[in-house]
Nanobody, 121 residues
């Protein structure tokens, strides 16, 4: 079970911190990812971190503004800076049994409920 926290209403240029807590399973074996879905659009990849936390990968749209990290227990975080109105979306955390970075939503096996982020101009 995955539960995401940290969404809200923010201004352009602000920073955002999202947290996802994983309950059950073996967290250390899971690759973690963040995705987002803007209104009327398909869900898209944002960031991924592999199971040992040593490798990360970001979508071009957030590269340089986002940092994904994880601890050794049960939590993965997404920090985003310099937010833009285009970052407005429901953000989902996801877990994959594939122990390397994955960017396709179809390679993720477990999903959180999503948290809404709204960035005003």
């Amino acid at each position: 079970q995955l539960q995401a926290f940290g969404g809200g209403f923010l201004q352009t240029g602000a920073s955002l911190g999202l947290t996802c807590v994983v309950a059950g399973g073996t967290f250390s074996t899971l690759t973690m990812g963040w995705f987002r879905q803007a209104p009327g659009q398909a869900r898209e990849f944002v960031a991924t971190i592999n199971s040992n936390g040593r490798n990360t990968y970001y979508a071009d749209s957030v590269n340089g503004r986002a940092t994904i990290s994880r601890d050794n227990k049960d939590t993965v975080n997404l920090q985003m800076n310099n937010l833009k109105p285009d970052d407005t979306a429901v953000y989902y955390c996801a877990a994959s049994k594939i122990r390397t970075m994955v960017t396709s939503e179809y390679d993720y096996h477990f999903w959180g409920q999503g948290t809404l982020v709204t960035v005003s101009s």
